[in-house]
């Protein structure tokens, strides 16, 4: 989705919870690449002439919709106290909830949430539109130009150890005919329902874990163009039942996607698809490994969202995580980097061991550009930073090899990354690196 679609300005009044008698006017304004800010004509903090102030959490009233506005903080203030009146103050929100305003002195929450996951779609790839167009004599025998078949494709639903539901949903919309065409589209989106009501916090964490697998599946960034909460008390009472209204969620997300074709992929370009992975029941089978290993996957998914980062800094991150996957793996605390990384490779299997050639050899450059960089030794003055991304990259998938295998990922999908042309001018790199040690 493009970004300028994804922006708004709401226009309203504002308000601290405990001072819902103290309303400012001002503008709420967002866009995926700075995140949110309110501009008040006014000021919400009691204490005149403040230039850093501090909200945990502020109420809003605009365009007719309830905003809930979570850990924010004073960017701008003027004013003078000597000049009482004409004040204007800034305010970034971390966190922006829109439909709803939260009243409990915990954290917001709720029972289910549903990210729209950019080739969320094409990586499942079961489709449900496919168009038939007849011969030029059938035409001409009264056949029609073309026949679209349409069939609703059936869910996809799995349970997790914690009673948490999972469900990967076929969508088929139109859109409204223009007086010379008319369009189906299809599309699959994904929702997690919780037992409880749960911090919203924690849902993201299971929204990150699936949006962490479509991105190594498909080798881009699965970017989140849409969140929305669902909470059991919001919504409108229709007769005897209640009809939930959605929450809207916005926030800066770090994870962007900045292939040269947003939102475009086909299925050849992926390492591995949704039947690759034993469908629903591997994409379960992920997500029980990433809750044991999710602060380490996180960390070496951050080193490829984040935009910016020095080779080093992806090198030292992935070599730590593999370090911590390790430990967390054998339980044992003790365990160092040498005998995390032999535990993975092994793990790992063959493929790695194709990747990289010779795994011993590879351990030790590894271990060695890790202790340079950790430790600032300065050992390797002349090493260009190519080498040391070459070696980051091979950190990367030996964590996801790893991952897969605790995962108990089919062969098909270790064959459909091997087999990646990606891999194959990945592998030469990386033995030329080990060789020159």
Known sequence: MPDSLRSFEAEGLWWLPDHEDQKVAGILSFSPDSGSELRLIGTLSSARGSHDAIYERIHGLADGKQFHLEDCYQKNYKGSLFAPGGETETVYAHQVFRGVQYTEPDEPNADRVT????????????????????????????????????????????????????KIQHNISSTPHTGTEQALCESYSCSFEFPKLTSTSLAIEYVSDVQDLVSIATGRVAECDELTFWHPDVGLDVGASRNRTPISFFTEWIPRDTSKKPGNIQASEMFFTFDDLGGIDGVRNWLETANRHRTTLGRVMASRYRKGLFVEDRLFHRASAIEAFARTRINNKAVKLPGALKHCRELAGDEFSTLVGDPEAWSVVAKSNRDDIGHHLGKRPNQSGSAKHFLGESLYWLFVLCMLRDAGAPKAAFERIKSHPEWAWLGPRVQAVVQAG
């Open 115 to 166: 990210p729209k996951l950019r080739y969320l779609t094409q990586w499942v790839g079961h489709r449900g539109i496919s168009i038939e167009h007849p011969s030029l004599q059938e035409q001409e025998a009264g056949m029609p130009f073309a026949s679209l078949r349409v069939h609703k494709q059936p869910d996809h639903f799995t349970k997790l150890s914690d009673d948490t539901s999972f």
